[in-house]
């Protein structure tokens, strides 16, 4: 017990600033100690999420959103036990962007164990992205996965796929009836949907900027830089 005790003091010691490291011996061990206490703990790592029913397009926005942003280094890894079908896409020292698994007939169990427990649980997840098929328009599976996301006051973004596929006119028919749900119907969700075509790209560009601007890597209020399409993450800008 003793052991483990002098591992966790030597541990937390380590993390100690440099300019901090000189104080014991100035002035008494326990006001050194008291500043050691004060210190902040590590930060976690920003998480989003993407969830979305099987097909709905969310590899291939995933890909989208990466292949126009060739500058960021994207380490892609799998973790063991119950997030295993998870991919987590860490981009630099920024954040994680975690893949869920696809809900749909063939994948209700995982929804449930893995998916609402994992979102459950962190406190570091900033959005929760819910991919919808602008085509299709909110099925009866969005609507659970949309209940899940109030039921845990998860903050979360709408975001309509494949919007290449329809004609304006049934576009413009889904995105309305879409956007009137959100107002009427939601509480946690954005009011802003994101409308994206992983085929043509339209829409992607925004939609990076909300996810850096979320993840506290988009100063906005540096227009020139807020507008440049080749910044995903404005390396300096990290807060
Ligand atoms: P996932 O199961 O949600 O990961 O879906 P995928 O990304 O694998 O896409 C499912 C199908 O939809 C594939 O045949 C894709 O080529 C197609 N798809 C995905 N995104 C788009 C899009 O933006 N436009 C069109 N027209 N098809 C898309």
Known sequence: MAARGLRLGVGRLSEVPAA???????????????E????PRRQLTKLVCFIGRSNVGKSSLIKALFSL??????????????????????????????????????APEDFVDMVEAYLKERRNLKRTFLLVDSAVGITKLDNIAIEMCEEFALPYVMVLT?????????????VLQIQRF???QTQ?????????????????????????????NLDLTVPSLAEDSKFFIPTGLAH
Not at 164 to 173: F, I
């Open 20 to 34: 901090l490291r000189g104080v014991g011996r100035a002035s008494s061990s326990s006001q050194a100690f008291a």
């Open 36 to 39: 050691v206490l004060r210190l």
């Open 69 to 106: 942003a060739p500058e960021v280094e994207v380490r892609i890894s799998k973790k063991p036990g119950h997030t295993k079908k998870m991919n987590f896409f860490k981009v630099g020292k920024y954040f994680t962007m975690v893949d869920m698994p696809g809900y749909g007939y063939r």
């Open 162 to 174: 494949k919007i290449d596929k329809s004609s304006r006119g049934h576009l413009l028919k889904q």
């Open 182 to 184: 959100v107002n009427m």
């Open 188 to 216: 946690g969700c954005f009011p802003q949907l994101f409308p994206v075509s992983a085929m043509t790209h339209s829409g992607i560009h925004l939609l990076k900027c909300f996810i850096a601007n979320i993840t506290g």
